[in-house]
């Protein structure tokens, strides 16, 4: 199986806009002349991609018998693949344009026109499209027109060996923290769509109303910090998934969220925490106090967010995948057969 995984220019600056873990393997095992390019640029160069990938099949003699595209790049990489090889084709999107031009805050900027005509052609043409929650399906079929009998949920996992509820006081000495003060946790990236600034805007809130200031937003773009939190903020203005609420949730620690797309599935109002309407932050200010100073409502919300997050192990993500590309080989002799009659 090919795993087509294009995404972000290895050499930008990790932490920043899409550039994460992924960047830092490719990073470290390319080679050649290094220079950083763009999202944008990085799509004119798919050709040559595509060109490399097939090039370096046939060097070494390799056969795929099934494609699995992630992002849309990949997916522009993928159809061309599927077809040059002959062989059944799956893809994921991870994000979607329009769902993130549709949820985008004011000063944020707009999907490229050449991603949405890139993703329309993939949900027209790929065997079968996998979505992580049943709300990236609804946003595929009216939005894109997707067919819903081709498209499989498969939500990512967590591990919950790794994310587990731990005593984060060595955490909050090491960062000077001290263990009266409430701990406000987001975990992510530095951008507009992440939704950071509602929650600077929201601690004011919070902090004017208290006589003392004893609660502390602390603001991480790597996990592993959740146990020492009391509350993992998720203010997103768009997510597909998340991970974050998910990994949070795994370490028993109650999650305040946007209501929007895949966090409406992973925190459950009032048991695991709390999914806020909006965007205003009076509301999320409103949302926060309601777990950081009802003690006995964490308590609760912290052991059922550990129960929800034991649900969504990787175990049961492969075994949802392998029946996806079961249905990808189904869908594809189909499409075969209705072409040579």
Known sequence: MAVITAHACPHSEIGA????????????????????????????????????????????????????SHYWLSGWAGRRLSQLWG??????????????????????????????????EIVRSTNRMMAPTNQEVEDLVFLYGADRSCISVVPPGV?????????????????????????????????????????????????????????RLVVLGAPGYYSMADVCAVPSYSESFGLVALEAEACG????????????????DGITGITVPSH??????????????????????????????????????????LQAYEETEVNYRRAAQAVLG
């Open 87 to 120: 062989v059944p084709w799956a893809h994921m999107a991870h994000t979607l344009a329009r769902v993130k031009d549709r949820d985008r805050p004011a000063g944020a900027a707009p999907e490229a026109d050449q991603r949405v005509a890139v993703e329309l």
């Open 17 to 68: 806009g899409e550039n994460g873990g992924m960047s830092v393997y490719v990073r470290e095992m390319a080679a050649g002349p290094q220079g950083p390019i763009s999202k944008d640029a990085f799509f004119y160069h798919l050709p040559e991609f595509y060109r490399g990938v097939a090039q370096w099949a046939r060097d070494d003699g390799t056969e795929f018998r099934l494609i699995h």
């Open 253 to 268: 620690t109650p999650v305040v969220a946007s209501r929007i797309g895949g966090l409406r599935q992973l925190v459950l």
């Open 159 to 215: 591990d919950t060996d790794l994310f587990t509820p731990t005593d984060g006081a060595d955490l909050r000495r090491r960062l000077g923290i001290t263990d009266a003060e409430k701990v406000i946790l987001f975990i992510g990236r530095l951008e507009r769509l992440k939704g950071v600034e509602i929650l600077l805007h929201s601690l004011a809130a919070v902090l004017e109303a208290r006589t003392e200031r004893d609660v």
């Open 280 to 321: 205003e932050p009076m509301a999320w200010a409103e949302s926060l106090r309601r777990v950081i100073d009802d003690p006995d409502a964490a308590a609760v919300m912290g052991p059922a967010a550990r129960r929800l997050a034991r649900s969504y192990s990787w175990a049961a993500s492969a075994d949802l995948l």
